[in-house]
Nanobody, 121 residues
Framework: QVQLVESGGGLVQPGGSLRLSCAASGSILSIGAMGWSRQAPGKQRELVAAITSGGRTNYADSVKGRFTISRDNAKNTVYLQMNSLKPEDTAVYYC???????????????WGQGTQVTVSS
């Protein structure tokens, strides 16, 4: 089994900051790319940011310059630093990781349960 657990969501005022964390644990042989996606009510899930095992990053246009993704490979953890938050950033944020399961030797994508981010005054 592989588990991804997000933390760090909450309520913040417009212009504020939050830092999300996502820790992967369990039967992990290796982790490739990791990422964050979000889903607002009535909308499809969208990719926010992704990072390769080597540290190369990719961002949605809507968050470039405001969000920063990073990872700590020793801790199997990915972070999302969110600055200058806007009401339109309100959504459930999900992390995902491309994991090779040490038990099955199968590579697949795993997802966390999501954490709510609400930007409101």
């Amino acid at each position: 089994q592989v588990q991804l657990v997000e933390s760090g969501g909450g309520l913040v005022q417009p212009g504020g900051s939050l830092r999300l964390s996502c820790a992967a644990s369990g039967s992990i042989l290796s982790i490739g790319a990791m990422g964050w996606s979000r889903q607002a009510p009535g909308k499809q899930r969208e990719l926010v940011a992704a990072i390769t095992s080597g540290g190369r990053t990719n961002y949605a246009d809507s968050v470039k310059g405001r969000f920063t993704i990073s990872r700590d490979n020793a801790k199997n953890t990915v972070y999302l630093q969110m600055n200058s938050l806007k009401p339109e950033d309100t959504a459930v944020y999900y992390c995902n990781a491309d994991v090779v399961n040490i038990g099955t030797m199968i590579r697949r994508d795993y997802w966390g349960q999501g954490t709510q981010v609400t930007v409101s005054s």
